[in-house]
């Protein structure tokens, strides 16, 4: 894939084998880790290299996936975030994993915004997106505040954890935050 998405800091690109090692390096920081991992820790790095290629194998099988961001003025990786799908998931996700060096900066709500509006604009059919967050993880519930969602209420169970249901819904979503260049 060599399209990519740009932001008034970032740059967000498909995820590719040469983010293998900056990825990994994010999940084995056990601040990431805490709300991305089974039981809130960092998994072996047989467990994080497998995690990196299903989701290199997502944009092949679904045709979306996690965009690496980057600092457009630096380069620098600074974590991952897009729409994706696995297999059982209750709708389409926009998901974030930002490397914590780089939190209080409004990475993951810029990012997000950006893919969000993507996904909305690629994919006609698409009329919700959700984030799934862990109940203790505040910073995320933030995140998607900034993003334009709302938590419905609903609970999905993975990993023996009840994480909450945030969405965005189509309509509104594109009626706040308009399409590129709106202001």
Not at 109 to 135: K, N, Q, Y
């Amino acid at each position: 894939m060599t399209f990519h998405i740009e932001t008034e800091r970032l740059l967000l690109r498909p995820l590719g084998p040469e983010d293998a090692a900056a990825h990994m390096a994010l999940m084995a920081d056990p601040a990431v880790a805490a709300f991305l991992a089974p039981d809130g820790k960092v998994q072996s790095s047989n467990y994080r290299w497998r995690q990196f290629a299903s989701y290199l194998g997502h944009w092949r099988i679904r045709g979306y996936g996690f965009f690496a961001v980057e600092e457009k003025r630096t380069g620098a990786f600074v974590g991952r975030v897009g729409p994706w799908r696995p297999e059982g998931w209750p709708g389409l996700e926009c998901g974030w994993a930002i490397s914590s060096a780089h939190w209080g900066k409004g990475y993951a709500a810029e990012a997000s915004i950006a893919t969000i509006r993507w996904t909305f604009l690629e994919f006609a059919d698409v009329d919700r997106v959700v984030s799934l967050i862990d109940p203790g993880n505040r910073q995320s519930e933030a995140v998607a505040v900034k993003v334009g969602q709302q938590k419905t209420g609903e609970i999905f169970e993975f990993w023996d954890v009840a994480l909450y249901v945030w969405t965005a819904d189509r309509d509104a979503w594109l009626d706040r935050f308009g399409a590129p260049g709106d202001a």
